[in-house]
């Protein structure tokens, strides 16, 4: 829990008052990294499309936490408020099609767990779309709601991009299960049950993210 309804810096933009421990620590932890991934796109610089989304994706992290460090000590901040609200918005998205291409590079390198109508470019095309329509709509109504936050639009809007977002989500929870199980059958088949530690550490890593 990042935030308190304990008013104690009078009328705000926002119904509560972040805390400002919590979010200085997740600010701190978003911080390191993204230091660490700039230096992974670095080191694996042909890997350019993962990289540009983690680090999209943590930069606006990063940015929606800064934000609510400084809604803490003044909510009626309006610039703090259009960035905590685009930031922490618009940054899942991005990690999103992150852990796609990711996904999409071990049905190249395992050919098990590939569909036989479903693949790898497909799947992360598919994916991909469904995130940038969630981009479009919760980018619009969080400009729309810090624009114009007496009126409803932007926040319907926003909540159009998040069950969206939620949707996608979900349906990519269901095929990750499957291609966990696929991939889990042809690590048995092949007689590596040492690599076994490391598919299923991928799979619990991605599961914690999408959440």
């Known amino acids: 829990m990042n935030a308190t309804d304990v008013s104690y810096h009078g009328p705000g933009r926002i ?42 994706g943590l930069l606006l992290e990063l940015l929606g936490y800064v934000a609510k460090v400084q809604l803490a000590r003044d909510r009626s901040n309006k610039n703090a408020y259009i960035m905590y609200i685009i930031g922490l918005t618009l940054g899942p998205t991005f990690l999103s099609s992150s852990l796609y291409l990711g996904i999409s590079q071990l049905q190249r390198h395992f050919q098990s767990p590939c569909f036989s109508k479903v693949g790898p470019r497909l799947f992360t095309t598919i994916f991909i779309l469904g995130d940038f329509a969630c981009l479009c709509f919760i980018g619009v109504g969080g400009s729309l709601a810090a624009i114009y936050a007496e009126k409803p639009i932007g926040i319907n809007l926003m909540m159009a991009g998040l069950g969206t977002q939620v949707l996608v989500t979900a349906v990519f929870c269901v095929v990750l299960s499957m291609l966990a199980r696929k991939l889990w059958e042809e690590i048995l088949r092949g007689g590596k049950k040492w690599y076994i530690i490391g598919e299923w550490t991928w799979k619990d890593t991605v599961v914690v993210l999408e959440i």
Request: zero cysteines.
């Open 15 to 56: 119904s509560f008052t972040p805390l400002l421990a919590a979010n200085a620590i997740l600010t701190t932890i978003f911080t390191v990294l993204l230091l660490v991934h700039m230096l992974l796109a670095i080191r694996f610089w042909r890997f350019y499309g993962y990289a540009f989304g983690m680090l999209g």
